[in-house]
Nanobody
Framework: QVQVMESGGGSVPAGGSLRLSCIAS?????MAWFRQSPGKGREAVAA?????????YDDSVKGRFTISRGNNNKNTAYLQMNTRKPEETGMYYC????????????????????WGQGTQVTVSS
């Protein structure tokens, strides 16, 4: 397992932008962002392969959120958020899958074995 740590949360008005960062302590096959909104379970937002070239998004954020890997440090992941509504408020968690897994489902919570503490994002109306 690796350790992961998020940063970059904060408050933003709906329609504003925010960039979340996540750094892992070692190699990560996949990294992903999950969101837990008040009164809801944790849900996948986006995931990115170690190459940075394969990405997955929940339908609700496609075209507005962008996940990427660091250019110089592949053990970092970013989530560029172009927000739209207060319902996107929540605790955003970075997750990492340490080893290479066949037939991985990158947006499935159960695939990930390392989790950060979360960073709060508040989208105001």
């Amino acid at each position: 397992q690796v350790q992961v740590m998020e940063s970059g949360g904060g408050s933003v008005p709906a329609g504003g932008s925010l960039r979340l960062s996540c750094i892992a302590s070692g190699y990560t096959y996949y990294m992903a962002w999950f969101r837990q909104s008040p009164g809801k379970g944790r849900e996948a937002v986006a995931a990115v392969h170690i190459s940075g070239e394969i990405t997955y998004y929940d339908d609700s954020v496609k075209g507005r959120f962008t996940i990427s890997r660091g250019n110089n440090n592949k053990n970092t992941a970013y989530l560029q958020m172009n927000t739209r509504k207060p319902e996107e408020t929540g605790m955003y968690y970075c997750a990492a899958l340490w080893g290479v897994v066949e037939d991985v489902s990158p947006l499935a919570e159960v695939e990930y074995d390392s989790w950060g503490q979360g960073t709060q994002v508040t989208v105001s109306s």
